[in-house]
């Protein structure tokens, strides 16, 4: 997964999501979502547009590119397997989904893959 910052894979973590959930994304999609101000939602999109990584259309429609969703689903695939193996150790559900969000960031490929081979068996 190529590397950017944390702030960048979460835009792009949550893109995806939406657009799963729902179809089609626009920047106040992510602004409510993420409970961020639409002017901050459309400098962070500015950015992931000159990046590469998402697509704007005239109507204002967000789709993530060809490496924009391999860094959102890079980013989602660890959120998903951190969550669920917090909550297999007890941690509540809230709390494993907050915590697996800064995990994902931090930890390098090789040890989520360790991790990942571990709990996946």
Known sequence: MKKIQESAENYLETILILYER???VRSIDIASEMEFSKPSVSVAMKHLRERGCITVDQDGYI???????SIAEGVYERHLLFTRW????????D??????CRIEHVISEETFRAIQKHVDG
């Open 22 to 24: 729902k179809g089609a």
């Open 86 to 93: 917090l909550t297999s150790l007890g941690v509540p559900d």
């Open 95 to 100: 709390v494993a989904a907050e915590d697996a």
């Open 63 to 69: 789709t993530l590119t060809e490496e924009g969703r």
